[in-house]
Nanobody, 124 residues
Framework: QVQLVESGGGLVQAGGSLRLSCAAS????????MGWFRQAPGKEREFVAA????????YYSDSVKGRFTISRDNAKNTVYLQMNSLKPEDTAVYYC?????????????????WGQGTQVTVSS
């Protein structure tokens, strides 16, 4: 079992930045591929970014590519999402997710564990 706790959300103006963190506990963190998803009101949860167990490979949705950066620190059991040049359409609850494996994973159904989410609101 893995427990995931997100933090770092908040209210920011368009063009600003936030860094989300996801702290993991319960199992060997480096065994897990990690991902970030988001869900806006009335919409499906969508993929944002993913990273392999080592951090060597990452993958982004087209909507955030070039603005967001996913990274991880296995010594701290934490994955990060640096969000720059934020837009109002980035407003959503952001979730981190984990699954065992060596690859990165981009489908919701790929993931075994989920955090409770953190709210990000971008004002125009």
């Amino acid at each position: 079992q893995v427990q995931l706790v997100e933090s770092g959300g908040g209210l920011v103006q368009a063009g600003g930045s936030l860094r989300l963190s996801c702290a993991a506990s319960g199992r060997t963190f480096s065994n897990y591929g990690m991902g970030w998803f988001r869900q806006a009101p009335g919409k499906e949860r969508e993929f944002v970014a993913a990273i392999t167990w080592s951090g060597a490979r990452t993958y982004y949705s087209d909507s955030v590519k070039g603005r967001f950066t996913i990274s991880r620190d296995n010594a701290k059991n934490t994955v990060y999402l640096q969000m720059n040049s934020l837009k109002p359409e980035d407003t959503a609850v952001y979730y981190c997710a984990a699954r065992t494996g060596l690859a990165y994973y981009i489908r919701k159904s790929d993931y075994e564990y989920w955090g409770q989410g953190t709210q990000v609101t971008v004002s125009s």
